[in-house]
């Protein structure tokens, strides 16, 4: 099975590797952005899905490191050092952020993390002389790296590309850890995790920290990208928007964010062809996923194997009954 799953990851990478090349400019830009939203949900897969914490603002963390990294860029600051930079500042605010979650849980968190998104947004909106407002920033020049310009849209793809898996090993290696223990331990009972000397408080900030962190590096990347920043992707909406990625591709699955982003992103451009109906497919849809895989699309292999070991478990039961009853 692991060998398999190797075998599978490894596809995967070679086929995003090598297909982009074929695409056309829009589909590369489509790759690019849902690399860019594979990237923000891993860090709110981590809030939510291995930490257990009710997060409804992580658009506004994007926004943050999108501004930020823009700004510095039209300041004439490299883009390397403004990626480090944006990561570092959602970092500090989604410590912040955290310490509502000690104090209120569930959906008294969701509700204090919308609020939080909102007052993002009108700041982003109504602070031009920083922003641009509604008029946006435009302008945003692409990096380059030694000398070789990563303005064409497939090698600023690889750029994203390398970022995401470099983000998603540390991800791992943070998940395989101690740490990663202890974020799941607080998701399944905090309780229990602070009677085995967990220091839940400690745990709850670093959830937030670390996975605005990951949406700062995702907007980082985005600014660059679209190469204009405007308030439209940063609501609400938007942040529903990327809890439901994280729920429909599997919370608590590593891989989750790369399944759901594709629903979120790339399923509304196939659904396209719909016109006007294609936000009630899309709907529709996502209403039937949430209805018949309540814990994600990667939930699948494991409800197959938990109903063969039931088959299993019911055959061998029936198995019993039979030879007690032929004795008797």
């Known amino acids: 099975m692991k060998i398999f799953r190797i075998a599978l990851l490894t596809a995967g990478l070679l086929a995003l590797i090598a297909i982009p090349p074929f695409l056309k400019n829009y589909g590369v830009y489509l790759s690019s952005y849902w690399l860019v939203f ?22 506004a963390f994007l926004g943050i490191g999108a501004y930020t990294a823009a700004i510095l860029l ?4 490299s883009f390397w050092l403004g990626l480090p930079l944006a990561m570092i500042v959602c970092f500090l605010v989604g410590l912040i952020l955290g310490f509502p979650a000690l104090r209120v849980r569930t959906i008294y968190l969701a509700f204090a993390t919308l609020g939080f998104n909102t007052a993002v947004w009108l700041v982003i909106r109504n602070e031009e002389w920083l922003t ?14 030694f000398g070789f310009s990563l303005a064409n849209s497939l090698a600023f793809y690889y750029l994203i590309l390398v970022v995401a898996i470099l983000l998603g090993l540390a991800l791992w290696r943070l998940l395989g850890s101690p740490w990663g223990k202890a974020f799941t331990a607080l998701r399944d009972n905090p309780i229990r995790a602070e009677s085995l000397g967990i220091d839940t408080r400690r745990y709850t900030l ?13 907007g980082a990347l985005l600014a660059p990208l679209v190469e204009f920043m405007d308030p439209a992707p940063f609501t609400v909406g938007a942040s529903i928007m ?3 990625m994280v729920v429909v591709g599997g919370a608590g699955y590593f891989f989750g964010p790369l399944v759901g982003a594709a629903v ?8 396209r062809f719909a016109q006007g109906w294609y936000l009630f497919a899309f709907g529709i ?7 018949w895989l309540p814990d994600g699309l990667l939930s699948i292999p494991d409800r197959l194997r938990e109903r063969r ?14 030879s007690s009853e032929a004795r008797a």
């Open 38 to 59: 594979v990237i923000a949900t891993m860090g709110l897969n981590l809030t939510v899905g291995y930490a257990g914490q009710k997060s409804l603002g992580h658009a």
């Open 74 to 77: 039209k300041a004439g600051i």
């Open 132 to 145: 641009g407002g509604t008029y946006g920033l435009n302008g945003i020049t692409r990096p380059s790296i």
């Open 206 to 218: 670093l959830s937030f920290a670390i996975g605005a962190a990951y949406a700062g590096a995702a």
């Open 242 to 244: 990327m809890y439901l």
């Open 264 to 271: 979120g992103i790339v399923l509304p451009e196939w659904l």
């Open 285 to 291: 849809t996502v209403f039937a996923l949430m209805l």
């Open 309 to 322: 070991l039931a088959r299993q478990a019911r055959a061998a039961r029936n198995a019993i009954n039979g």
